[in-house]
């Protein structure tokens, strides 16, 4: 599944290529995760310039000039391809059509991806905006006993991280993602919150550098722990894995277990 800084690489390809541009016409193909009906989304949204994208944690948002915005969870398998006057891309969920003949398909074999119309807005705070501190931090962690890895995931708690980047995260702030929140010291809290703001912002860099016009798919080959090619970290340590709840953790020795 697209994470932050994969979300945030395909939108800044994606205003390159729509911004401003006419919506002409939009096609709901498969409407099995679809919250509005395709009538409702023709209504608001044809005719309509869009003004630009967001990200919000996992998804992004196409937000027109009148207002409304069109929601988009790509979830496990959803991806976006750009295209010219028509279409042919299999599995496509709903398709946008510019006037100037530039469409956007957004796909799903599983057809699992999720399209809203006006989606509610987020409660909790995305992991790179400022709302995410280290007294929010420290206040949250202090009344979970659950394991840090799966507060992190949790997107009730943080916008924007999954399950690779947790693991990431964790090993570069030297922490166990089997610690217990409510065991981890201060002075560690402060450097998981520098570990989430700095790993997230340089993988944004890595993808654009190593994929300038991604749009879709991941990116993973930087990755120093969450990476099925390599045996050790960088320090040394032999990278364990462990599987469980459907997904696989990765971490080493050098992450201290707080519990």
Not at 3 to 27: G, I, M, V, Y
Not at 78 to 107: R, S, V
Not at 185 to 212: D, F, G, R, T, Y
């Amino acid at each position: 599944m697209p994470e932050l800084p994969d979300l945030q690489a395909f939108r800044r390809n994606l205003e390159k290529a729509l911004l401003h541009k006419k919506l002409a016409s939009l096609t709901v193909k498969n409407a099995k995760k679809m919250h509005a009906t395709p009538a409702s989304l023709r209504s608001a949204l044809e005719g309509q310039p869009l003004e630009h994208i967001r990200r919000v944690g996992k998804e992004l948002h196409f937000v027109f000039k009148n207002g409304h915005v069109l929601g988009m969870h790509l979830m496990l398998h959803g991806k976006l391809y750009l295209f010219q006057k028509k279409n042919e891309e299999k599995y496509t969920i709903i398709e946008l059509l510019f006037e100037d003949g530039t469409g956007l398909a957004l796909t799903d074999f599983q057809a699992q991806a999720a399209v809203t119309l006006d989606p509610a807005e987020k409660t909790a705070p995305d992991a790179m905006s400022e709302e995410l501190n280290e007294n929010y931090l420290r206040t949250q962690l202090a009344k979970k006993k659950s394991n840090i890895k799966k507060y992190l995931i949790d997107q009730n708690n943080i916008l924007g991280i999954g399950n690779a980047y947790a693991d990431e995260i964790l090993w570069d702030a030297r922490i166990s993602p089997f610690s217990i929140c409510n065991k981890i010291p201060a002075e560690n809290i402060k450097v998981l919150l520098k570990s989430i703001k700095n790993i997230l912002q340089e993988a944004e860099k890595k993808i654009l550098k190593s994929h300038p016009d991604i749009i879709n798919g991941e990116v993973r080959d930087f990755m120093l722990v969450h990476n099925s090619k390599l045996k050790e970290s960088p320090g040394g340590a032999v990278i364990q894995k462990e599987i469980g709840g459907g997904r696989k953790t990765y971490f080493t020795a050098e992450q201290v277990l707080f519990e």
